[in-house]
């Protein structure tokens, strides 16, 4: 399992690159309900009034609010501001900011930086809050018995018209102080934000007095976040864009890999490792399963990086914010986590079986396909029509109930998060009300804990689905870690030239691997250039896996095959199989024409020896007849030609190639009579000087072989002419018994 | 105040849990249903009427469906306006506290306000699962129906049919069409339900707050189509392509392992790999650039989405300032604009899916219509036994109409007759069958059984007759005993015994790790072919049919099944009439008529003696297999 990482090995730079670009994703995706937050708060709310600062204050109002201040205070602010007037260096700069400039002098803000803004807020917030609830006491007096107590000082007995600011200022010393340190008991309590929006609407009066636009504030400030916001939306989308091109790119460029990978190590296998796979598997292990692998690694990508990190930044940010609320969090994360678990494990045997009922109906349906005539013939569609709707019952009854789990546990689910945004507002409320935190705390911790509980949820379904993902993954390994046992030898020796086409097997022994006895027990046999050698046997007698060893497909477990005096194993596969033509049982065609199939044994073969071999091969005739003759084509398995066309096909195929050695792995068997006496006839004649080795199980074929060897569980019981044989060997008489009435053994 | 609710706007396609995926579905996975597309029905307009009144006997569970999706919509839309208030009343609170005016926190009335929106979160979720359970059961229901109406179309379906229909084909319809049709019902409806009303009531609570803003958030909508078709327009032809390729490489893959040998035995192995090397490197090419392209859509969807917070938050700052607007409306309207741009993108795919659901209907309608058998005989013959007669008087017969292959055959075989079928390879051996139980009608002239022709029997009554035995072996999914039981579906444990004995197979089966009991299926490799004709014997046996047909064994049966294979059809031949399609000279020359067939036509017929004096296409053919003998 782990040399799979070695496929992510040659993007490991893109893989860190996109798990960089997550981090910058995930911390933009968090900061950025801030930003909304702040459009909707400051922006709206305050008309983009930020802090409690002015930019510019009137004279006057400034010595309004100082009164409110200690000495150390006042120092700070007066500190702050430049009084500007027309003689200032920048008044012409700032008299269209602030036209009140033009008929009196007013305290502009210096450039000050984040921290010391932080500093004059309270102390400026609260001399504001102060002034604008003394003038709107001022303005209001009925208002102003109602709070008379809390200030130490009523405002309504004042009589009208006097400047209630002027009368403060006259006070006596002890009575202004307990009055401000009454005020400032007040204030303890009240955070700086509150203050800010408290606030704010002085700050925007004050605004408009010395000549600014309300209106332009605001959208200056909308602008402006908005701005921030949409950099960094811009920024999540280019993150993203990259990611989605990078992990595309990694994704497809691993399953390039894997599938190269795999179908050259298939390419490789003998006929032993292939055969430990089915054709069916190991077609499904390179296509279906690397394409899951391919999804696979564009969701972890995405996925499995992306969701802790979110969840993690989205805990820390709520612990920081609200550490008071942090429980809640925590019981959002445990109910859905019980409820996922809850839900899967009742409904996991059931998604289990959801592919076996389908295969299941799907193999109903393929019988009855494949059965039509079986079926109509014994009346038995009833039956079969019962046996379907079974298939399609147990399937529907699955899926039904799936289904209802999953609308089930949809709206649960949003129910749960709903229920606790709504356990949030309470518990914060009242933790508002307590001054532990602000309202806007609890807005953002809403935000963080909606983050965290979805990346548990994200998480969650990761280990449901990756698992899934892993078998594809280990199936694919399997396939990779076969060690073909069939190689070239490092030094490959080269034919005798003099031989030409001599097969000889010396004490062969073959079993499969793992297989407890023998396939084949120590068989010896010579077969000659310009003869015909012949190996009858019945089904299973071995016969085929006689044949198998002289291409090597299989290596003998004891004794050695010898072809032109060299044993198979000390020349390169490529120079042994060049001298061998072989065809074998079952025709097997490539999609093409009729002449790249031809050609595949040849690329060079000239348009005359293409007709040749067709012509002995008997085929002449049906490709004539085919539209398009030779450039007919020929579908994927050779699917649009009949079975025995196939074959001699098959059979021209190899005699393109004009091999010393020809090999007939029972390859006759599907021809008619009339056809492969012809075509045995018509090979006499070509292949006189090469070997000729004949596997059948037709004793008509093979009669006037020079050598019959026949094979019966796996030994040779018997070599010889077919007159000989008849003498000899018994199965052999058995044999041709069965086959040919007696009548025609005496003719 | 602010986004509470934000999430609540989770279109219910976004619910962390997906139902399992299709089965057959697009193989690469990735992109989004919308970017499959390419496929359109031929007839959508006639295709979906055809649908909608296939599902008129639910239409009142699609009219509650209908209003409780939207009900539940409408309080996902209500829920966070009714929450907002809750903030408010919070924020009046803390403004009182400072103020120090007024009562302080207004606790009961947020109580109040939560367990009123806790209220409707829990109508709706109960909305949103009635709806959902009913329509689970409904597109259940129908697919259960499609599957049901198709397996009995295959029966009633002439043979004919198939000849031109592959299985692949039929099959596909039976899951993969009949599953898109039932994913439609069961999800996108919903998602398409929500989605609308999700719009269309944003869209209503946006007006009622400002038309101008809307407007403004209207040039959202082009905004997002316009990209929306540039990105499915893009990635559909890379889609396609990779598509295309996969198919390739498969193909590749498929025609290479399974001629793995001939790719060894002509050193087929470097052509092979650079020839895949070639198609896969495409595919990388495309599958890349399609999974990029339809990752593109949700960034800049959100970024558009976006565009239109920051614009409308201006716009209203602006009203605001003028007092066309409160700030409490602004807030909301924003809120509304975030869940208005999330649709958006699945309305952009319901054309798509329907357009694919519209094609997977078609195909199902389609195999659904086709042409059935000739309907019975209004008043069939019912006899319950007959003598096995069998007369053709100038039968007539092609598979295509146009062109007739058997011209003008006329044959009266007496009860008990041996007949045999010869001809070489492709000669449409089969074919006399297929007349005979009546699998294909003949164009012209009569095939009589003792005396009637064959078309005044029902199919089943006249196939009730017969017996069968091909080479092809058709076994099902089912123990050996069950499968023999085929032959008689009433047959007692015993009777199927007894006939396994007949048929030679008795011994055989006992050999078996499950006996009788044995399940045969696909992965059965102890079994031979050879010996599963024993099997199919054994059948045939039970089934008693006055009338046999035979398919002899040829190749790949080893000698001493054959030689059981032969005493077996021997013993169930005996007293019935039989047509073998024959391949050992015993039978053919034992026969009592041979039919001789070449190119589909029966070319010759008549005794063994009679046909090699005529010298003909038989002499020809009987003769081939001793040519050689006269070579040396």
């Known amino acids: 399992m782990l040399r799979m990482f070695k496929f992510l090995k040659?993007?490991?730079?893109?893989?860190?690159?996109?798990?960089?670009?997550?981090?910058?994703?995930?911390?933009?995706?968090?900061?950025?309900?801030?930003?909304?937050?702040?459009?909707?708060?400051?922006?709206?709310?305050?008309?983009?009034?930020?802090?409690?600062?002015?930019?510019?204050?009137?004279?006057?109002?400034?010595?309004?609010?100082?009164m409110f201040m200690t000495g150390e205070e006042r120092q700070l602010v007066l500190g702050a501001y430049t009084l500007v007037d027309q003689s200032s260096p920048d008044y012409s700069r700032l008299v269209k900011r602030y036209p009140l400039l033009e008929s009196e002098a007013v305290?502009?803000?210096?450039?000050?930086?984040?921290?010391?803004?932080?500093?004059?807020?309270?102390?400026?917030?609260?001399?504001?809050?102060?002034?604008?609830?003394?003038?709107?006491?001022?303005?209001?007096?009925?208002?102003?018995?109602?709070?008379?107590?809390?200030?130490?000082?009523?405002?309504?007995k004042l009589p009208p018209g006097t400047d209630a600011f002027s009368l403060l200022k006259s006070l006596p010393a002890e009575q202004f102080a307990a009055m401000k340190s009454a005020i400032d008991q007040k204030f303890a309590s009240i955070d700086n934000s509150m203050i800010t929006q408290s606030a704010a609407a002085a700050v925007?009066?004050?605004?408009?007095?010395?000549?600014?636009?309300?209106?332009?504030?605001?959208?200056?400030?909308?602008?402006?976040?908005?701005?921030?916001?949409?950099?960094?939306?811009?920024?999540?989308?280019?993150?993203?864009?990259?990611?989605?091109?990078?992990?595309?790119?990694?994704?497809?460029?691993?399953?390039?890999?894997?599938?190269?990978?795999?179908?050259?190590?298939?390419?490789?296998?003998?006929?032993?490792?292939?055969?430990?796979?089915?054709?069916?598997?190991?077609?499904?292990r390179s296509t279906n399963d690397i394409t899951q692998i391919q999804g696979m690694i564009v969701m972890s990508l995405r996925m499995v990086f992306f969701a802790p990190m979110m969840g993690i930044g989205a805990i820390i940010r709520a612990v920081q914010n609200s550490p008071s609320m942090t429980w809640i969090i925590g019981l959002g994360v445990v109910v859905l986590l019980s409820l996922i678990v809850t839900v899967f494990s009742i409904a996991l045997p059931k998604f289990q079986r959801v592919q076996k009922l389908i295969d299941r109906l799907n193999l109903v349906t393929r019988e009855n396909l494949s059965g039509l005539m079986v079926i109509r013939a014994f009346n038995t569609q009833k039956f079969e029509l019962e046996r379907f709707d079974k298939a399609n019952q147990d399937l529907t009854g699955n899926m039904l109930f799936i289904g209802r789990v999953m609308v089930t546990v949809s709206p649960l689910m949003t129910f749960i998060m709903s229920g606790?945004?709504?356990?949030?507002?309470?518990?914060?409320?009242?933790?508002?009300?307590?001054?532990?935190?602000?309202?806007?705390?609890?807005?953002?911790?809403?935000?963080?804990?909606?983050?965290?509980?979805?990346?548990?949820?994200?998480?969650?379904?990761?280990?449901?689905?990756?698992?899934?993902a892993f078998v594809s993954l280990r199936r694919v390994s399997e396939v990779l870690e076969v060690e073909p046992a069939i190689k070239d030898p490092e030094h490959p020796k080269t034919f005798d030239e003099r031989l030409r086409g001599q097969v000889e097997f010396r004490n062969v022994s073959f079993r499969y691997p793992g297989a407890e006895e023998n396939v084949l027990c120590n068989?010896?046999?010579?077969?000659?250039?310009?003869?015909?050698?012949?190996?009858?046997?019945?089904?299973?007698?071995?016969?085929?896996?006689?044949?198998?060893?002289?291409?090597?497909?299989?290596?003998?477990?004891?004794?050695?095959?010898l072809v032109d005096g060299r044993d198979v194993r000390e020349v390169s596969q490529s120079d042994l199989r060049d001298r061998i033509g072989y065809i074998p049982q079952r025709g097997m065609l490539f999609s093409g024409t009729v002449e790249s199939n031809l050609r595949y044994a040849d690329e060079n073969a000239t348009p005359e020896e293409l007709q040749k071999a067709v012509e002995i091969a008997q085929a002449s005739e049906f490709i004539a007849g085919m539209e398009g003759g030779m450039s007919a084509p020929i579908s994927q398995g050779g699917t649009n030609v009949s079975g025995g066309q196939k074959q001699r096909l098959a059979i021209a195929r190899a005699l393109v190639k004009k091999p010393p050695i020809y090999i007939f792995d029972d390859a006759l068997s599907a021809l008619d009579f009339k056809t492969d006496a012809a075509l045995r006839r018509a090979l006499k004649k070509e292949t006189e000087n090469s070997t000729m080795i004949i596997v059948t199980q037709r004793v008509s074929t093979i009669r006037n072989a020079e050598q019959i060897i026949v094979i019966d569980e796996g030994q040779i019981v018997g070599k010889g002419t077919h007159n000989e044989l008849m003498d000899t060997c018994e199965t052999y008489r058995e044999m041709v018994s069965s086959q040919l009435s007696r009548e025609e053994l005496i003719s | 105040m602010t986004h509470a609710g934000s999430s609540q706007f989770q279109p219910r396609s976004s619910s962390p849990i997906q139902p399992p995926a299709r089965p057959g579905g697009g193989p690469m996975g990735g992109p989004p249903g919308m970017l499959r597309g390419g496929e359109k029905a031929h007839d959508f307009k006639g295709t979906m009427s055809k649908l909608l009144r296939y599902l008129a006997p639910y239409k009142w569970s699609f009219v509650i469906v209908v209003i409780f999706a939207v009900a539940a919509t409408i309080f996902t839309i209500v829920g966070p306006k009714i929450l907002g208030k809750a903030t408010t009343k919070l924020f009046e609170g803390v403004m009182a506290q400072i103020s120090g005016t007024g009562s302080g926190f207004d606790f009961v009335g947020i109580g109040n306000i939560l367990l009123l929106v806790g209220g409707l979160y829990i109508v709706s979720a109960g909305f949103s699962l009635i709806q959902g359970w009913i329509l689970n059961n409904v597109s259940m229901k129908v697919t259960y129906g499609f599957r049901k109406e198709i397996s009995e179309k295959i029966n009633r379906l002439p043979l004919r049919y198939f000849d031109s229909t592959n299985q692949g084909e039929v099959l596909s319809r039976v899951t993969n069409d009949v599953d898109t049709v039932s994913q439609t019902l069961n999800q996108s409806m919903?998602?398409?339900?929500?989605?609308?009303?999700?719009?269309?009531?944003?869209?209503?609570?946006?007006?009622?707050?400002?038309?101008?803003?809307?407007?403004?958030?209207?040039?959202?909508?082009?905004?997002?189509?316009?990209?929306?078709?540039?990105?499915?327009?893009?990635?559909?032809?890379?889609?396609?392509?990779?598509?295309?390729?996969?198919?390739?490489?498969?193909?590749?893959?498929?025609?290479?392992?399974?001629?793995?040998?001939?790719?060894?035995?002509?050193?087929?192995e470097k052509r092979s790999v650079e020839e895949f090397n070639k198609l896969n490197n495409t595919l990388y090419g495309s599958a890349w650039k399609s999974q990029f392209l339809s990752g593109l859509m949700m960034p800049v969807m959100n970024f558009i989405?976006?565009?239109?917070?920051?614009?409308?938050?201006?716009?209203?700052?602006?009203?605001?300032?003028?007092?066309?607007?409160?700030?409490?409306?602004?807030?909301?309207?924003?809120?509304?604009?975030?869940?208005?741009?999330?649709?958006?993108?699945?309305?952009?795919?319901?054309?798509?899916?329907?357009?694919?659901?519209?094609?997977?209907?078609?195909?199902?309608?389609?195999?659904?219509?086709?042409?059935?058998?000739?309907?019975?005989?209004?008043?069939?013959?019912?006899?319950?036994?007959?003598?096995?007669?069998?007369?053709?008087?100038h039968v007539r017969f092609g598979y295509l109409p146009e062109k007739t292959i058997i011209k003008d055959f006329s044959a009266d075989i007496q009860p008990g007759q041996k007949i045999a079928i010869v001809g070489p390879t492709g000669a449409g051996k089969t074919t006399m069958v297929k007349l005979l139980m009546r699998f294909y009608d003949i164009q012209g002239g009569a095939i009589l059984l003792d005396g009637h022709d064959i078309r005044e029997f029902t199919r089943e009554g006249l196939r009730d007759k017969f017996g069968m035995v091909l080479q092809d072996a058709w076994l099902y999914n089912a123990s050996i005993m069950e499968n023999i039981r085929y032959g008689n579906l009433n047959a007692s444990d015993e009777d199927v015994i007894r006939a396994a004995k007949t048929a030679n197979v008795d011994h055989f089966i006992r050999t078996l790790p499950d006996g009788y009991n044995m399940i045969l299926d696909e992965e059965t490799s102890n079994i031979s072919q050879g010996q599963k004709q024993l099997l199919t014997i054994a059948r045939a046996v039970l089934s008693d049919p006055k009338i046999l047909i035979l398919d002899e064994a040829t190749s790949s049966v080893d000698t001493r099944t054959e030689v059981l294979i032969q005493k077996a059809m021997d013993s169930l031949m005996h007293n019935r009439t039989s047509f073998i399609i024959a391949h050992r000279l015993s039978t053919i020359r034992n026969a009592d008529r041979i039919l001789v067939m070449n190119n589909g036509d029966i070319v010759e017929q008549g005794s063994h003696e009679e046909l090699l004096a005529k010298g003909g296409f038989y002499a020809n053919l009987y003769n081939s297999q001793f040519e050689e003998a006269d070579l040396y």
């Open chain 1, 420 to 468: 606790l945004q709504l356990l949030i507002i309470w518990v914060g409320g009242h933790l508002v009300a307590n001054s532990v935190i602000q309202v806007g705390d609890m807005m953002a911790f809403l935000q963080y804990a909606m983050h965290v509980v979805f990346s548990f949820l994200m998480i969650s379904l990761m280990f449901i689905i990756l698992p899934r």
């Open chain 1, 204 to 284: 925007r009066a004050e605004y408009v007095a010395v000549g600014g636009s309300e209106a332009s504030l605001q959208t200056a400030y909308v602008l402006r976040i908005g701005g921030i916001m949409l950099l960094f939306t811009l920024l999540i989308a280019v993150c993203v864009i990259l990611i989605s091109l990078l992990s595309s790119r990694i994704a497809a460029g691993v399953a390039r890999d894997m599938r190269r990978e795999v179908f050259t190590k298939v390419e490789s296998f003998s006929k032993t490792e292939f055969e430990g796979f089915s054709t069916a598997s190991l077609i499904t």
């Open chain 2, 305 to 393: 989405g976006n565009l239109g917070y920051v614009a409308s938050a201006i716009l209203g700052g602006w009203l605001a300032f003028r007092g066309m607007i409160t700030v409490g409306d602004i807030q909301a309207f924003i809120q509304y604009i975030r869940s208005f741009t999330q649709p958006i993108t699945q309305i952009a795919n319901i054309s798509n899916t329907l357009q694919q659901t519209a094609a997977a209907a078609e195909r199902v309608f389609e195999f659904l219509q086709e042409e059935e058998e000739l309907p019975e005989t209004p008043n069939p013959l019912l006899p319950t036994t007959v003598s096995g007669h069998v007369e053709f008087r």
């Open chain 1, 107 to 156: 305290y502009v803000l210096n450039d000050l930086t984040a921290e010391q803004i932080d500093t004059l807020n309270p102390v400026i917030g609260k001399a504001l809050l102060i002034v604008s609830t003394i003038d709107n006491l001022a303005a209001n007096p009925e208002k102003a018995t109602a709070m008379a107590g809390q200030f130490g000082f009523d405002l309504s």
């Open chain 1, 10 to 66: 040659p993007y490991w730079i893109s893989v860190l690159a996109v798990i960089a670009l997550l981090f910058v994703q995930a911390m933009s995706e968090l900061s950025l309900p801030n930003y909304m937050s702040d459009i909707v708060n400051v922006g709206i709310q305050q008309g983009g009034v930020e802090n409690a600062v002015p930019q510019a204050v009137r004279t006057s109002q400034m010595e309004k609010l100082t």
């Open chain 1, 523 to 561: 068989i010896s046999f010579t077969a000659r250039p310009g003869e015909t050698t012949a190996i009858i046997g019945s089904t299973g007698s071995g016969k085929s896996t006689v044949v198998n060893l002289i291409p090597r497909f299989f290596d003998v477990t004891e004794g050695s095959v």
């Open chain 2, 190 to 268: 919903t998602q398409i339900i929500s989605s609308v009303i999700t719009m269309l009531g944003v869209l209503v609570m946006m007006l009622s707050i400002s038309w101008i803003m809307t407007l403004i958030t209207l040039i959202i909508l082009p905004l997002s189509t316009i990209f929306i078709r540039f990105i499915v327009k893009r990635s559909q032809k890379y889609f396609k392509q990779q598509q295309d390729y996969l198919g390739h490489v498969n193909g590749h893959v498929e025609e290479m392992f399974s001629g793995h040998i001939v790719m060894k035995a002509f050193n087929g």
